[in-house]
Each structure stands twice: as C-alpha cells, then as structure tokens.
C-alpha cells in the first residue's frame, strides 16, 4: 500500500490507547505504520493512569472488608498493611500491561522507536537519535500531561504521574484539586490510614457531575475523616529540616504539615515541543490540537486522537478515535465517532458514575422533566453499621418519557452503570425499565423500581 516515495503509509506519535490501537487497525488494513513512544507502551492508562489507580482502590477497599469480616463471623487476627507490596505489585501489573501492548504491535508487524519523534513538516518526522523519516499520514496521539500551578515550592509536590512510586505511605497527605483524580486518591489514601485534606481554589467538587451525587459524596466522604479546605488553594509549600512539608493555602494563618503534597488540578494536552507550527497545525484556546469530526487537523496528512485534542479525556474514546480513524484512512470507512451519552465514573469511596444529562442540564435543554430517585441503604452497610445510604437517579424527558440521563453513587456503581448507559444510549423510555422485572435483591434493581 504503501507509495515508494514515503517510508510509511502512517507514522504515530504515542504508543498510548489511542496511538496503539490506530496503529494495530491500520497494519489490518495493509498500511505500513510505524510508531514512536519516549516513555513505555501503553499510555496514561496502562502505565500511571486509570489501571494502576483502580489497582490501589481495590487495594484500599481491603482496609474496610476486613473491619468488616467480624461481623459476618469472621476472625482476623494481625491485620497489618504493607505499602511497598501493594505498591510493588501494582507496578509489576503496569510491566505486564506494557509488554502486552508491546506484543500487539509486533504481532501486527508496527515497527516501534522508543525514543521521542518531532514533526518537522507535512510527511515528516524526526527521531532524537537524529533519523529522519516520512509518512503519508502522520498520527499524534500523546495524550494529556497533569498541570503543575505555578507558586512557590512546587518542586517538593507530585502529581499523579509520581504518586504511584511513592517510597511509603505518607501520614498526612494534602492534596490540591477537587477533580476526580483528586477524588479518587483521596478515598484511596484515606482507606490506607493517611490522614487527607483537600484544598480546592472553588467551593466545588466534580464540576460536571450531577449536584446530589456530588453533595452526597462530599456529606460520605467528610465522615469517612477526609478533610476540605474550598477557596483555598495553595500558595506555599516549604520544606523542613524533618523532611516535613509546610502546605500554606489561600488565607490560613497557619501552614498544613505534611509528608506528601499531590497536585491534581488537571492536565492539559501534550503539545509541547512536537513541532506541530512546521506543518501548520493549529492548536486551540486550551493548547489542544483542533481537529474535524474525521479526526483531521489544519494540515490534510496530518491527524490527532485521544486527550491532545480535549475534546473528552477517556480512554475507550481515544480508543475509539483511533480505530476510526484507521477505518477511515486505511479501510474505506466512513466511520464517525459519536460523543453523546458516554458513561463516566469516579472511582472514589463510594464510587459514583452517571451518563447522559444531569438534571441541570436537563432542565436547561428541556425544560419539562420529571425526576425519579432511590435513596437506599446498600445492604452490605447494615452489618457494616455503616448509614452510609446509595442514591441513584433518573432523569426523563416529561413529554416522550425518553430517559435522558442516569446518575448514581453506591457500591459498584460504574458496574451497575454499564449496562444502564445503553439503555440511555438506545433512547429507552421510563416505561421500559418500569416493565423490566427486578433482580433481587441487588442494588442494581433500584434502576427498575425509582419513582
């Protein structure tokens, strides 16, 4: 397939979920692809991302079974948590996931460079060793990097990249931010026994997720022991002698102690340096590439998929990007990607997930709703002796009875979610899940029973 006057018909830039798996479908379709990746295969997900982050959640979630076991018979004697074994296995995991992508791409015949590649032109990449190569199509999927906000002492902060290396389990952590990465390491840290506080520059937690879901984590998680500090943001960070970390947030008088600060106040798209200005590639307001509804930037041979276009950082749309687009190039397909009602989840103590409109923004679009909720008490909190109560929600179009939108928060709630969101997708009404028979006794059998 390939023309005799390019090295290859695609050249990728990251070997992350989108890179790899534009890459894999183009080699099906006949294409010579070639990919580079400076750091591991696997990206942002596999390698310090969602994987080894929801490895440390189950880790953590053991810290509350086993205080539970008693009351369902069970004697545990010598309960006694080991940071560095968790941390070892999770990061043996990660090692497994980068030679499994690694072995897809082989198995597909991608030939790989380990080693940073810069655009220098429409067809053409360069390698840090200085090899110069050409492609018909070029691909940058390099995915999004955490942002670091500028004040003083940053250096002695980590971000999520970092936190998964961690020599110990920290006594006291702050962390800045009040996103879900934030979020879900907070419960994790929380679980393990550090003591946590959360400092947020608003007065808001999960911007973008329904408002009872957010106030009914935030009421949980508070009781759980997390501790918020909102309109605080961090303005200081000094470190002492001890090794302790001084935290000076917005309007304290005195500093936070802690043994570790972790910024998790976003990530922005990983632009920077690629020499996308020598193809006339044109970025947007946040730094992400613009692309079309094909996945094409400003130059015609020249493409971008996964968080480096912003448009919805997960990793099954970058995946689905990418195959897209190698569908659409490489195979003949005229495949289009469609962002409405894409299911989300946080991974926090309680977990909570949600897809397609939230009541706000339903009322915004729609006007006339009705609104159906279960506020239950999971069955597994009552030997527990936990009041910690699940809350789930239906949002429905008043005149078609077309569900909208479903936002839930309780155990196994991005389980639950899964099934629910092609329900939603599928434009079922609420007469549909009131004719569906209950499963019981389960918790995903409020979804049948809201009224």
């Avoid at 991302?49 to 959640?57: E, F, R």
């Avoid at 699940?390 to 569900?403: F, P």
């Amino acid at each position: 397939m390939a023309e005799q006057e390019y090295d290859y018909d695609l050249f990728v830039i990251g070997a992350g979920s989108g890179g790899v798996r534009a890459s894999r479908i183009a080699a099906s379709h006949g294409a010579r692809v070639a990919v580079a990746e400076e750091y591991r295969v696997g990206g942002t997900c596999v390698i310090r991302g969602c994987v080894p982050k929801k490895l440390l959640v189950y880790g953590s979630h053991f810290a509350e079974e086993l205080q539970d076991a008693s009351n369902y018979g069970w004697t545990v004697e010598k309960m006694h948590f080991d940071w560095p074994t968790l941390r070892d296995a999770v990061l043996k995991d990660v090692d497994r996931l980068n030679e499994a992508y690694t072995t897809t791409l082989e198995n597909h015949k991608v030939e790989r460079f380990l080693e940073r590649a810069t655009i220098t032109g429409p067809h053409g990449v360069r390698l840090a060793s200085g090899r110069d190569i050409t492609a018909k199509y070029i691909l940058v999927a390099t995915g999004a990097w955490p942002l670091m906000p500028e004040f003083e002492g940053n250096e002695h902060c980590i971000t999520s990249n970092e936190v998964f290396h961690l020599p110990e389990l920290p006594r006291r952590i702050v962390i800045q931010g009040a996103g879900y990465i934030a979020l879900e390491f907070a419960g994790i840290f929380n679980a393990l026994g550090s003591a946590v506080t959360v400092v947020n520059r608003s007065d808001a937690i999960l911007r973008g997720y329904d408002e009872t879901l957010r106030d009914r984590l935030l009421q949980i998680t508070m009781a759980r022991g997390i501790t918020y500090r909102f309109n605080c943001p961090i303005t200081k960070v000094e470190k002492q002698e001890d090794g302790c970390l001084h935290v000076w947030v917005k309007g304290a008088q005195d500093p936070i102690p802690a043994d570790a600060v972790l910024v998790a106040t976003g990530r922005r798209p990983n632009v920077a340096g690629l020499g996308l200005e020598t193809a006339g590639v044109e970025l947007g307001e946040r730094g992400e590439i613009r692309v079309d509804d094909t996945a094409k930037t400003t130059c015609d041979s020249i493409y971008a998929v996964g968080d480096v276009t912003d448009r919805v950082q997960l990793t099954p749309v970058a995946i689905r990007e990418g195959h897209a687009f190698a569908d659409r190039v490489f195979g003949g397909k005229d495949v289009r990607i469609d962002y409405a009602c894409i299911p989300s989840a946080v991974f926090s103590q309680p977990p909570l997930a949600g897809v397609g409109l939230t009541e706000g923004q339903a009322r915004n679009a729609y006007g006339n709703i009705r609104v159906y909720s279960s506020d239950f008490r999971p069955m597994k909190n009552i030997f527990a002796h936990r009041p910690e109560r699940g809350l789930y929600k239906m949002i429905v179009d008043a005149q078609t009875d077309r569900v909208l939108g479903i936002h839930m928060i309780g155990p196994d709630s991005p389980e639950i979610l899964q099934a629910a969101a092609i329900a939603v997708k599928a434009r079922l009404t609420k007469a549909d899940f009131d004719a569906t028979v209950a499963l019981h006794p389960s918790m995903a059998e409020e979804l049948v029973l809201m009224r």
